[in-house]
């Protein structure tokens, strides 16, 4: 069964840059070609947001229209089927609760696209 581990995270300043990583596992090989793998945030009493997505079969990155160009999604070369987040010029409205998710049947910004999510990564941004 398929399974994502998120790490990095964790108190940054405003303005400063921060670099989370997602690490997928357990999914049968005729899938592992087809994954796409996202990032997702939430923050208590609001909706989960789609941040970024990468899917491993078209090479493809979608984001978050609103998230301005601070996020970059890539895929970690050093490690198969892991993926990094870049947010660059982190504000506190960056403050939330970052959450991996991997699935093989598409690619989107929509959380059906997902059949496996992580426990998720606290980022906290003060001024």
């Known amino acids: 069964r398929g399974r994502v581990v998120e790490s990095g995270g964790g108190a940054a300043q405003a303005g400063g840059s921060l670099r989370l990583s997602c690490r997928a596992s357990g999914f049968a090989a005729r899938d592992a070609a087809y994954l796409c793998m996202g990032w997702f945030r939430q923050t208590p009493g609001k909706e989960r947001e789609g941040v970024a997505a990468?899917?491993?079969?078209?090479?493809?990155?979608?984001y978050a229209d609103s998230l301005n160009g601070r996020f970059t999604i890539s895929p970690d070369n050093g490690a198969q089927k892991s993926i990094a987040l870049q947010i660059d010029n982190l504000q506190e409205d960056d403050t939330a609760m970052y959450i991996c998710a991997a699935g093989a049947h598409g690619c989107s910004l929509s959380p059906s696209t997902f059949s496996a999510w992580g426990q998720g990564t606290q980022v906290t941004v003060s001024s």
């Open positions: 990468f899917s491993y079969d078209t090479g493809l990155s979608f």
